[in-house]
């Protein structure tokens, strides 16, 4: 019961910081393209 | 190479926090639910670190006026939404199964988090909505300053606010902490620390590349074609 | 008197005077605070016992965000050129700063009084027993909100966003302001002592001046 909670609480964690480091990838990924 | 040094041992100890809080011993009162806890309270600490961090590169601009400062400021700033958003989302999870709701108008501490959010995606309105750099660093340092001065005085009245209107019993703060517990705690502040850390140098070394291309866009001639300029600075 | 604080009359009475002569606030502001006090109750099933419970959270609510639209107003901008000219003729940012703010808090006093009889007659709260005694705490209220509107006007000078980015910035930083005020309220009604809140607003006060005083040349610098 509870660990439907606590999966909940660690997928939203992880969720928004890997998602903060793929947007942090994608931006520098297109600023150095371009540069080529 | 030493590029990879930071991510790769934040995400070792990040796993080692994960490890840790799993299995770590059930609280007497929550049970398994202390394990929310573990990140809810690592991220709100870190939250507020990254503020504070935000202050004081915001002074240092001021200051010394050197582009570093704010690249640093602007960066931890939105590292710091990132963990405010966390610790926000965590918090009510933890709420729902303990007290039967997502929010609960008597925990000061998630008030003035919320509020803090806020202030935080001020901050960065304001930076998108200033095109040249010199002036979205001052005025962003500015509000630093003015921020520094006001969140904890907003953070003061809504815990005032809250002794008068009694909340709910179990709170995050008031939760006993036995060794093995209070290890598991230690643990995941150590490695949100180093996210941060290594976060901050990744979105530091972004606004650089991303400065780099905005002078470029700007002045393909260079210095030649603008008029010169009162102040000094990149 | 010292010349800082003639600095700072002038500006303020320069506010004043052009808000009279081509202002917002008298003719824009005050009624559309009105307004939105009366629609208010429209969106409610209309229970008297809510509207009197709603009375003073709507009073607070608009005076926030109206009171920032007046703090924010045009008539208290200048351009650049005219920022410039008055760097030149040796205007002392700090006084700029306290001028602005005195102009704005004389405005806010106006729309804090205007809207009572309004709110009392469409909500009908609890009387006060001593509604004298809020005297201070709107005084302090009203001077808080107009500093904190004054810094986030100067902070967004030139920006094309200005009219929704300045109140969006000011408002949570405005929580100990409201706070303050409408606690002291609550405890008036209750017969309790307001030392607490009106310490409260003290404090911000003092804090929202110090952070002008600070700011005042670094925001000159943004403006010019």
Redesign the interface.
């Known amino acids: 019961m509870s660990a439907g909670w606590i999966w909940a609480a660690y997928l939203v964690t992880y969720g928004l910081i890997f998602g903060y480091v793929f947007s942090l990838v994608r931006r520098s990924r297109r600023l150095t393209r371009r540069e080529s | 190479m030493t590029k990879r040094i930071l991510p790769v041992l934040a995400g070792l100890a990040l796993v080692a926090a994960l490890a840790v809080a799993l299995s770590s011993p059930p609280d007497v009162l929550q049970g398994d639910f202390v394990r929310i806890l573990y990140i809810h309270v690592a991220n709100a600490w870190l939250a507020f670190l990254a503020f504070g961090v935000t202050a004081a590169a915001s002074i240092g601009w001021l200051v010394r006026k050197k582009p570093g400062y704010d690249r640093v400021a602007a960066s931890s700033a939105e590292i710091g939404v990132l963990f405010t958003a966390v610790t926000l989302f965590t918090g009510m999870i933890w709420g729902k199964p303990i007290w039967g709701t997502f929010w609960d108008w008597g925990d000061a501490r998630m008030a003035s988090t919320a509020l803090m959010f806020f202030v935080y995606l001020g901050y960065l309105a304001l930076r998108r909505a200033t095109p040249d750099r010199q002036a979205r660093a001052r005025r962003s340092a500015i509000l630093g300053v003015i921020a520094v001065v006001q969140v904890p005085l907003v953070y003061f009245s809504v815990t005032l606010w809250r002794t008068l209107h009694q909340g709910l019993t179990i709170r995050p703060d008031s939760v006993q902490m036995e060794p093995a517990m209070l290890v598991a705690l230690l643990v995941n502040v150590g490695a949100f620390s180093l996210l941060y850390l290594a976060l901050l140098t990744a979105r530091v070394r972004l606004a650089r590349l991303e400065e780099a291309a905005e002078a470029h866009e700007r002045a393909p001639a260079g210095r030649a074609v603008t008029a010169p300029r009162l102040e000094t600075g990149q | 008197m010292s010349s800082f604080w003639r600095q700072a009359l002038q500006v303020a009475k320069r506010d004043l005077l052009v808000e009279g002569r081509a202002g917002e606030g008298v003719g824009i502001v005050l009624p559309f605070g009105a307004l939105a006090v009366f629609v208010v109750p429209l969106a409610t099933s209309g229970s008297a016992s809510l509207l009197a419970d709603l009375a003073a959270p709507v009073y607070w609510l608009v005076t926030l965000l109206f009171g920032m639209q007046l703090a924010l107003r045009q008539t208290a901008t200048e351009t650049v050129p005219q920022r410039r000219l008055l760097v030149l003729l040796g205007l002392d940012p700090v006084a700029r700063f306290v001028g602005r703010t005195l102009s704005a808090w004389v405005l806010l006093i106006g729309l804090q009084l205007v809207l009572i009889p309004l709110v009392v007659l469409f909500y009908e709260p609890e009387p006060v027993p001593t509604p004298a005694l809020m005297l201070p705490a709107l005084a302090l209220y009203a001077l808080g909100l107009a500093m904190l509107g004054t ?1 986030a006007g100067d ?2 000078v030139g ?3 200005r009219t929704a ?1 300045a109140p ?2 000011a ?3 405005a ?2 302001l409201v ?2 005020a409408s ?1 002291s309220l609550i405890s008036i009604s209750r017969g309790e002592g307001i030392l ?1 809140w009106t310490l ?1 607003l003290v ?2 006060d003092l ?2 001046s ?2 002008g005083v ?2 005042a040349r ?2 000159e ?2 403006a010019t």
Do not use: D, I, S
Request: a neutral charge; proline letters at 10%; glycine letters at 4%.
């Open positions: 810094l902070l967004t920006l094309r966003t980015l969006m910035l408002a949570p930083l929580v100990p706070m303050g606690q607490t409260l404090a911000t804090a929202l110090v952070a600070v700011t670094p925001l610098e943004t």
